[in-house]
T-cell receptor, first 111, second 117 residues
Framework: AQTVTQSQPEMSVQEAETVTLSCTYD???????LFWYKQPPSRQMILVIR??????QNATENRFSVNFQKAAKSFSLKISDSQLGDAAMYFC????????FGAGTRLTVKP | GAVVSQHPSRVICKSGTSVKIECRSL??????MFWYRQFPKQSLMLMAT?????????EQGVEKDKFLINHASLTLSTLTVTSAHPEDSSFYIC?????????????FGPGTRLLVL
């Protein structure tokens, strides 16, 4: 079974600074999708960014970008110019059929 | 676009009763819907996957007779917790995807908080 590991239960960043959240996964598949979701206190899951495994180019969405290392099975999320509204739980997810989530990283943004 | 709603957002029920939670895709047709359960400060655990018009596929350890899932149309899936017990208290989240299960991004509902007394 595919597993997703987020090794950082909590992270903290100063407002306007950059932070990187780590994610590794285990799979024997070659085609799959990777996602980062944000869950604020409202608990609504919000898609932050998605990466297709067949694409070598790292996905970017405004201040959010990923470092996708397929051989290393690593998928980290970089948040640039952190804002107070970025504070939330961040879940890394793997999908090749159904979606599996990591344990999450709680991000705190300090003003 | 790609909005998913859930109803109710919060429900309190007595032990032994049944509770139905609805999940609707508001602006797209959801070929596949997923039900997750999330305990406090934990990740989302997949309970089951349903395709419109087909029986749901349950994850190992999830009792299909206890958690009844119906996906009768391309915009509606329901989860019924039968004979609820306090240990069923949790946050239930549905998600929906538009296309083939492999390819499409999943869009999540806002969740339903269930408390069984």
């Amino acid at each position: 079974a595919q597993t997703v590991t987020q090794s950082q239960p909590e992270m903290s960043v100063q407002e306007a600074e950059t932070v990187t959240l780590s994610c590794t996964y285990d799979t024997s598949e070659s085609d799959y999708y990777l996602f980062w979701y944000k869950q604020p206190p409202s608990r609504q899951m919000i898609l932050v960014i998605r990466q297709e495994a067949y694409k070598q180019q790292n996905a970017t969405e405004n201040r959010f970008s990923v470092n996708f290392q397929k051989a290393a099975k690593s998928f980290s999320l970089k948040i640039s110019d952190s804002q107070l509204g970025d504070a939330a739980m961040y879940f890394c997810a793997y999908k090749d059929g159904d979606m599996r989530f990591g344990a999450g990283t709680r991000l705190t943004v300090k003003p | 676009g790609a909005v998913v709603s859930q109803h109710p957002s919060r429900v309190i029920c007595k032990s032994g009763t049944s509770v139905k939670i609805e999940c609707r895709s508001l602006d797209f047709q959801a070929t596949t819907m997923f039900w997750y359960r999330q305990f406090p400060k934990q990740s989302l655990m997949l309970m089951a996957t349903s395709n419109e018009g087909s029986k749901a596929t349950y994850e190992q350890g999830v009792e299909k007779d206890k958690f009844l899932i119906n996906h009768a149309s391309l915009t509606l899936s329901t989860l019924t917790v039968t004979s609820a017990h306090p240990e069923d208290s949790s946050f239930y989240i549905c998600s929906a995807s538009q296309g083939p299960i492999f390819q499409e991004t999943q869009y999540f509902g806002p969740g339903t908080r269930l408390l069984v007394l």
